[in-house]
């Protein structure tokens, strides 16, 4: 029953620093998306993996790399933290637009950079 | 440019009564939309759908509305409960692949 797992669940960083956020799911959805959430900004899409091998930016790219490893897991990759990065990070799954494109997300990482 | 709008960040409303929360969108091209609700601390969990060939969809206490010409979607809540109280995103689907959100708008509900 664990659906969207992210880990760690708070982060701190120092500027400069590298991180990588981890996220697996077990619905054997094929598209994954990395999110955050600022304070008054909603949700806005970083990257998706529409399916395995593939990755593409989404509104706000810039600064992050991320990585599908396989069907289950697609990683987001910090490589040079800046304070501008501070936010909360939501992983996502879904399965075919068929199904109307029903996204569950992951519970989120606190991510702050000083 | 933003494709969804939730314009009122806020909304307070008394226990029992309506909750009513809209969204309006931009990009034609959206043919489904759904709504999110958010508790602190947690993830953005779905609660109701339509798409663009409905005008109205129900489940239990949720009911969306969906107007086309107008470009707007409301969210109604029947009866309110304590329970409610969270943060609503409204959300649509267009060409691209994931969801595009608004803002969200914070309910709370009063006892």
């Known amino acids: 029953n664990a659906g969207v797992t992210q880990t760690p669940k708070f982060q701190v960083l120092k500027t400069g620093q590298s991180m990588t956020l981890q996220c697996a799911q077990d619905?054997?959805?094929?598209?994954m998306y990395w999110y955050r959430q600022d304070p008054g900004m909603g949700l806005r899409l970083i990257y998706y993996s529409a399916s395995e091998g593939t990755t593409d930016k989404g509104e706000v790219p810039n600064g992050y790399n991320v990585s599908r490893l396989n069907k289950r897991e697609f990683s987001l990759r910090l490589e040079s933290a800046a304070p501008s990065q501070t936010s909360v990070y939501f992983c996502?799954?879904?399965?075919?637009?068929?199904?109307?494109?029903?996204?569950?997300f992951g519970s989120g990482t606190q991510l702050s950079v000083l | 440019d933003q494709q969804v709008k939730q314009n009122s960040p806020s909304l307070s409303v008394q226990e029992g009564r309506i909750s009513i929360l809209n969204c309006d969108y931009t990009?034609?091209?959206?043919?489904?939309f759904l709504w999110y609700k958010k508790y602190p601390a947690e993830g953005p969990t779905f609660l109701i759908s339509?798409?663009?060939?409905?005008d109205k969809n129900e489940d239990g206490r949720f009911t969306v509305f969906l107007n086309k010409s107008a470009k707007h979607l409301s969210l109604h809540i029947v009866p309110s409960q304590p329970g409610d109280s969270a943060v609503y995103f409204c959300a649509a689907r267009g060409g691209a692949d994931g969801l595009t959100f608004g803002k969200g708008t914070h309910l709370i509900i009063q006892p």
């Open positions: 990009n034609s091209m959206f043919d489904y």
């Open positions: 996502a799954s879904s399965g075919y637009r068929a199904q109307g494109e029903k996204l569950f």
């Open positions: 339509i798409s663009s060939i409905k």
């Open positions: 619905m054997n959805h094929n598209s």
